[in-house]
């Protein structure tokens, strides 16, 4: 678990990243973001948040991303409405797609929870092929409906 200070009376942010047997997951962190990247030896990991908690039950839940996906990449995004213990695939909506500069793109991924809930775990897979190429991410926003 990492913790990043409180800074200029900005919010305490906790994180955990999951290595598994993979030595090489590295954390990037900025003063305004948190991002995950595999290193050249890394064929994948995951990033997981915190629970998110909401005022109200809710069933809809958009994840907005700024992602860099090359071509033998993946990056899947999944929510937990139990904590982690069973996750559900969020999928990608392709009609919101953004350019941004560089080959990043705002990606909006999508998910129906099975049952309303007021809070959410987020879960972030990136893969790839070609150990000199990763996907990366940034910039995680989260609507709930």
């Known amino acids: 678990m990492m913790e990043l200070p409180t800074i200029f009376n900005s919010i305490l942010v906790k994180a955990e ?15 305004d973001t948190v991002s995950v ?3 050249i030896f890394d064929v994948g990991g995951s990033y997981i948040g915190n629970t998110i908690q909401g005022l109200d039950a809710y069933s809809n839940v958009d994840i907005i991303l700024d992602t ?12 937990s409405r139990d904590g982690g213990a069973t996750w559900q695939s969020a999928t990608r909506d392709n ?13 909006t991924y999508k998910a129906v929870l099975s049952t309303p809930s007021s809070q ?25 409906s």
Do not use: H
């Open 17 to 31: 990243i999951t290595k598994g047997q993979n030595v090489n997951l590295t954390p990037l962190i900025a003063l």
């Open 37 to 39: 990247q595999t290193s």
């Open 68 to 79: 860099y996906i090359p071509a033998s990449t993946t990056l899947s995004v999944f929510v």
């Open 95 to 107: 009609t919101s797609l953004k350019n941004l500069n560089n080959d990043w793109k705002e990606i």
């Open 120 to 144: 959410f775990k987020l879960r972030i897979d990136i893969t790839t092929t070609d150990s000199a190429t990763t996907p990366r991410f940034s910039k995680v926003r989260c609507i709930m």
